[in-house]
């Protein structure tokens, strides 16, 4: 089976994003010589960022995807965050998790979620999706 291993974000601010990733999720930033694609490696499990250079004609922030990063307290990741300079919105209880979005660099949604770390602990994230439910 396919896995989901990593997603691309077109960007005219390459280094911005870098250090915003690296800096406050602790990715790490790797390129091929020659390649026109930075990788952002992730501090263990988890996918990776591809940094591609946008094209004059894409608009930054435009494509309807949040990028969702599992913590185990957004309240105190959330703290941390801000203390380094990335201000979370407020905080929503999303049943049974919390979570609080931000934009990086380039105006793409980011958020940071508990919704993994709840779903590991109950069966309730277990019910099977029925249409027009």
Known sequence: MPLFTSVTIYTRRIPEMVAFYSHHFGYSAFQRPGDRI???RPPGAGT?????SASKGQKMGQVLVKLNFDVD?????????????LVFGALHDGIGYVY???KDPSGNSISITGRTSAAARSAEFDV???PGS
């Open 100 to 102: 609080a979005n931000a």
């Open 128 to 130: 099977p999706y029925v």
């Open 48 to 52: 990776a960022i591809y940094l591609h």
């Open 38 to 40: 930075v990788e952002l």
């Open 73 to 85: 307290d957004v309240h105190a990741f959330a703290r941390a965050a801000k203390k380094r300079g």
